[in-house]
């Protein structure tokens, strides 16, 4: 399931919110309106009150004559007012009247043709009701023209019957505005309300696994999510101090192992020639070389600021001539070649060379012990190992490079050695590959982004 919007689900509760209310208020208001209704305090005077009634009365007889239906409204209004009168026609000619017309209204009656609209005072300065109307209205016997007397207050139903004129013209609109403002402003809001969330985000997601002591900011976090963001901080301190801890044990561990480990190989050197010495050689050697990976890991955490021109040459030579001895005694033939007489890169010296001295302590180790290994520096930047043992098959050369992996259970080794190289070489721009060797057998390389010229 796709993760709810947070902005859409605050539009649609705040929306729904709104509507609710308004239905409420409204509701509220046509409540007390009926109440106020029935205590008789909205009813009051209205001047187009017989008028109305007589245009909700007036229909046409079978002749297409004017008539009056007999309607409650009609019937209250004549046994209220004994001086009821009216005069009703329209265009045709037709005329329906009731009552005595007032005398200072009788010129005006006799003249309703010139007469589109009037209110009829008996004097104009005072402010009070009109004694008489005229107006033509539409009317279910089409449009006519009534002259009448003002008689009659506001009903209960005329007040009810402008309430649902009252929501179109007002309420609604303004519901329709107050939502169209929600689902225009409240996605704005919200951007800006998590403006700082975003920025958190962004900083996550530059945290790596070689940068410690980082907490993510707080400072425009909005407080709703600021326990979340606390969260995460409180839990990268506790990753640092566990891995802290972690990197604290293997230190102290390869500094307490390198003691023993000396004696051990002094001791071995003193035995007599022979096979059972070669093997111990090989086995002292790589309790060393395991005690010095171990170091190099907790090396890997310096910056590339410290690096220096380093000579490739003069490394691979230095290597070659340390495990010579280790690589004759093991049966293997030892070759050093190189383009140029120096290859200037820039790096850590002590690590390219750990990085190198693994490489050919793994060819020892896989070779099968014949052939000749062979570790040649070339002048476009990169160091090769090669051996003539059975090579590594394609499937798995991206095994190999995965730390604790072996590919033969019950193997020599830890299997940090390639992974520790894979980490220098990254800690240096490059990278590590594996091939095959002409020979068919295994061919490491370590591929350096940039050389520099000799100085």
């Not at 005595?100 to 008996?122: C, G, M, N, Y």
């Not at 033509?136 to 009810?160: C, F, H, K, N, P």
Request: net charge negative; charged share 20%; proline share 5%.
């Amino acid at each position: 399931m796709r993760p709810r919007s947070l902005t859409w689900r605050l539009v649609g509760r705040l929306a729904g919110l709104q509507a609710i209310t308004l239905t409420l208020l409204i509701l509220l208001i046509g409540a007390v309106a009926i109440g106020l209704l029935r205590a008789g305090l909205l009813i009051g005077e209205y001047e187009g009150s017989t008028l109305d009634r007589l245009r909700d009365a007036v229909t046409r007889d079978a002749a297409g004559g004017l008539m009056l239906r007999p309607t409650p409204e009609l019937a209250a209004l004549r046994a209220e007012h004994a001086d009821l009168w009216f005069i009703i026609r329209d265009t045709e000619g037709h005329q329906l009247s009731e009552g005595t017309v007032p005398a200072q209204f009788a010129p005006i009656a006799s003249s309703l043709d010139h007469v589109s609209e009037a209110r009829l005072k008996w004097n104009a300065a005072e402010a009070m009701r009109p004694a008489g109307l005229v107006k033509w209205v539409d009317t279910s016997a089409g449009r006519i023209q009534i002259m009448t007397g003002t008689y009659g207050e506001l009903s209960m139903w005329r007040a009810l019957e402008s309430t649902p004129l009252l929501f179109l013209n007002m309420i609604l609109p303004i519901v329709v505005l107050m939502t169209l403002a929600t689902l225009v402003a409240t996605p704005f809001v919200v951007r800006r309300a998590m403006k700082g969330l975003a920025h958190v985000a962004a900083q996550a997601e530059r945290i790596d696994i070689d940068q410690r002591g980082v907490q993510l900011p707080l400072d425009e976090v909005p407080v709703e999510i600021a326990p979340l963001v606390k969260a995460i901080n409180a839990a990268l301190d506790r990753l640092d101090k566990g891995y802290e801890r972690h990197r604290r044990f293997l230190a102290d561990a390869a500094h307490e192992l390198r003691t023993p480990i000396a004696i051990l190989s002094t001791r071995v050197a003193s035995l007599e020639p022979g096979p059972e010495k070669t093997y111990l050689l090989e086995d002292a050697t790589r309790l060393s070389v395991m005690a010095g990976q171990l170091l190099d890991l907790q090396r890997l955490d310096q910056q590339a600021d410290t690096f220096a021109a380093v000579d490739l040459v003069a490394v691979a030579r230095q290597v070659v001539l340390d495990l010579a001895p280790l690589a004759f005694a093991a049966g293997y033939e030892m070759s050093f070649e190189h383009d140029d007489e120096a290859t200037v890169v820039n790096g850590d010296q002590t690590s390219l060379e750990r990085a190198l001295t693994n490489l050919v302590q793994n060819a020892i180790d896989h070779g099968q012990r014949r052939g000749t290994i062979l570790v040649r520096v070339t002048k476009a930047g990169s160091i090769e190992v090669c051996d003539d043992g059975d090579g590594i098959a394609p499937e798995q050369r991206e095994q190999i490079l995965e730390p604790f992996r072996r590919l033969q259970p019950g193997g020599r080794g830890a299997g940090l050695g390639l992974d520790l190289v894979q980490s220098i070489m990254r800690l240096h721009g490059g990278r590590i590959e594996v091939d095959q060797a002409p020979s068919g057998g295994a061919c490491m390389r370590m591929v350096f982004p940039k050389v520099l010229p000799p100085c």
